[in-house]
Structure formats: C-alpha cells, structure tokens
C-alpha cells in the first residue's frame, strides 16, 4: 500500500493543534492574570486547558496506531527491547528537562544543583511509563475485550484504591489522596512538584494508572479510523462513542469527581470523549470537505511532524528567558512589561505574549522541517 495514501492528515493536524495550545497555555504573559479558560482548574472542575495534556496522550496513542505496524516480523524480545529503550528516553529527557539548567548563581558565585532536589516525574516522564504500559497490553494482549476489560479495571481500580488507602475522611484531597501519600513514600517531598507550594505532584506515580487508558483510547480510535476510512459512518461512529464517554463521565461525575490535577476516572472519559468529538470534526473538515484552500492545515503538520524537539525547546528556551536579567527583572518579564502589557494590558496581552511565543516555538519547527530533521525516540 502506498504509504502516503494511508496517511491522514486530520491526525497529523490533531497532534499539531495540541501542541500549539499545550505551549499557548503554559507560557502566559507576566504582569497579569490570564483569561480562566486559559488556566487549569484549581481542584475539581473542568476547562479547555485541562484537555490539553490528555490529548497529548491521546495523540500518542494515535502515533502507535501507525508505527506498531513496524513491530510485525520482530521477535516479542526484540519488541520488548526497543519499547523500553523509547519509553527510557522519553522519561530520561523529562527528567533532564525538570533539572535544566544544572546550575544556578548564589552568593558564593556559581554551583551545581543538587540531584537531591530535582523532580522526577513529570509531563515527558508520564508520556513515557503510559506509552510503555500502553504499548505492552496493545503488543502481547491480542483480545480486544481483554484490553478492555484491563482498562476499565484501571479507571475503576483507581478509584478504589483512592478509597481504601488515602484519607478516609477525605480520599480525593490534595495532601490527603492516596497518589500522594505514595509519592512523598517513594520519592520524597525533595523530588516531588512543589508548583501548589505544598509537595503535590499532579504527575505522580498513582495516577499514572487511569491516564493509560487515554492512550489506549487514541490507539483504538487511530486503528478504527484507518479500518473504516474517511467516510460518514467513521463521523458518525466516533461522534457517538464520544459523546457516550462524555455522557459517562458527567454521570460519574457525581460520584468521583472530574479533577485533572488527581487524573480521576471521569476525567479520563471526559477527555477521551472530547478528543472523539474533536478529531470526528477534523476528518470531515479535512479529510471530507478538504477545506484546506488557504493550506491552513500546514501551520499544524509542520507542529505535528516534530512534536518532542518543539515541545522541548518552547520548555528550555522560557527557563533561558526567565535566566536572562534586564533593569533588574528578567527578560521574560521585561518583554511582557515593556511591550505587551503596554500595547494591550491585563489578560489580553498576556494571550498576545503566549500567541507570540507558540509563534517562536513554530518557527523552530519550520527550520527543523525545512531541513528535512525530525528528530524522533
């Protein structure tokens, strides 16, 4: 088969939008609070922002639709191999990442930071065990319904052991869940997140488990695209699996509550519905219609052929911005106070910064795709 004709675009332009939204959200102007859509919920709730990570996730699974194909003819040793060394360095680029730039300027002049105080999990570290578990159940489990079935006992597992082994009093809590009392038991408050200025990291080792099921989801969906085509009844079919996990989620809702920061079940069923709904619209925009005229599409591929590189260098490049001192405050703040707070002040320019800087982050993709380099794990 042609390989350029089992290509689908709407996939590509998927992963692309998520990683411009993923780098929009995370670097936000200084100088002013930026628009709620645009922040995580504080605990329980939902926002646009909170699907951006999941879909990341999901668009992985879409990737493993594709590139398990290569894994025919391998041996399960050979195949066990390469997933581990793929999954080892996605994780060990996080880690690196977290621990970027290694020195830090004190009163005695220059020294190293201490691996003690590093983070260890992460956003790359959960991308990393979640495609590795992720992958092992899709390679050696062949049943469909058994994949299913570990799914389902991973969302309700989770929830369970939530339950049973955290606060009683209160199991969903930030200091008093489960997640984290496993955390600080195996890692230490040192390498744990401290963003909530408490250690709570919302990538912890726990709640890895029901955010598998995000990736095993995008597998499916990116297996069932390519088996059915893009067609109607692909629209349709992925359009009513999506909203029937909504439809579930809310329903769970009222019970175990939709919270990104503890991953919980419904919010994986949220996510995963919304993502079904989101790349159903793609197909018929892209795929269907072909409305592409304007070749709008290629802003997105050109995110979407290098998703890692990108995502890596709009990380690092924000930390060598916030290094950078001018009149006594950095550089990442000084461009916001001199330029974009004065042009549009409060949330407006804060947007007009993180557009600014997904612009940037674009354009060393550009250069990357222009030299034909696509640097993958």
């Known amino acids: 088969m042609d390989k350029a004709a089992n290509r689908f675009l709407s996939l590509d332009v998927f992963r ?11 670097t936000p102007g200084s100088g002013a609070t930026a628009f709620s859509p645009l922040e995580h919920a504080a605990w329980f709730g939902f926002t646009p922002t909170d699907l951006v990570f999941p879909s990341f996730l999901f668009a ?3 990737a493993m639709s594709f590139s ?17 060394k793929r999954a080892g360095l996605i ?8 621990w970027f730039p290694f020195v830090r300027h004190g009163a005695n002049g220059w020294f190293i930071l201490p691996i003690s105080q590093t983070r260890i999990m992460g956003v790359l570290q959960r991308i990393a065990l979640c495609y590795l578990f992720a992958s092992l159940i899709v390679y050696f489990i062949s049943s469909k319904r058994a994949i299913i079935v570990i799914s389902v006992l991973l969302l309700v597992g989770y929830w369970i052991i939530l339950l049973t082994c955290g606060d009683h ?9 489960a997640g984290t009392y496993l955390d600080k038991w195996v890692l230490g408050d040192a390498h744990m997140y401290h963003g909530e ?9 726990l709640s890895t488990l029901p955010a598998i099921v995000n990736i095993i989801c995008g597998y499916f969906a990116g297996k069932f695209i390519q088996e059915k085509g893009k067609g109607y009844e692909t629209i349709s079919r992925l359009m009513l699996w999506g909203s029937l996990f909504v439809f579930l989620a809310l329903c769970w809702n009222m019970a175990f509550p939709i919270s990104k920061k503890l991953w919980t079940s419904p919010f994986v069923l ?10 159903s619209g793609l197909i018929y925009v892209v795929e269907i219609q072909k409305w592409n005229k304007a070749n709008w599409t290629a802003f997105f591929t050109t995110v979407g052929k290098n998703p890692l590189p990108i995502y890596l260098f709009s990380e690092l490049f924000v930390v060598v911005l916030f290094m950078i001192k001018v009149q006594g405050t950095s550089l990442y703040g000084w461009v916001n106070q001199v330029a974009f707070q004065v ?4 949330a407006i320019g804060s947007l007009l910064f993180a557009v600014c800087y997904m612009l940037v982050c674009w354009l060393f993709g550009k250069v990357l795709d222009r030299n034909k380099i696509y640097l993958r794990v």
Not at 68 to 84: C, E, N, Q, T, W
Not at 91 to 97: N, T, V
Not at 197 to 205: C, M, Q, Y
Request: some cysteine; hydrophobic content about 50%; charged content about 15%.
């Open 16 to 26: 692309g939008m998520t990683i411009c939204f993923m780098i929009i959200v995370n």
């Open 60 to 62: 992985v699974g879409n």
């Open 343 to 346: 042009i549009a002040p409060g």
């Open 91 to 98: 994780f060990l680029l996080g880690y690196l990442m977290y």
């Open 169 to 177: 009093a209160d199991p969903y809590g930030m200091l008093t869940n």
């Open 68 to 84: 398990m194909k290569k894994f025919d003819g391998m041996s399960p040793g050979a195949v066990f191999s390469r997933i581990l």
């Open 270 to 279: 949220l996510t995963v519905g919304i993502d079904l709904v989101i790349i």
């Open 197 to 205: 200025k408490v250690a709570f990291d919302p990538e912890g080792i």
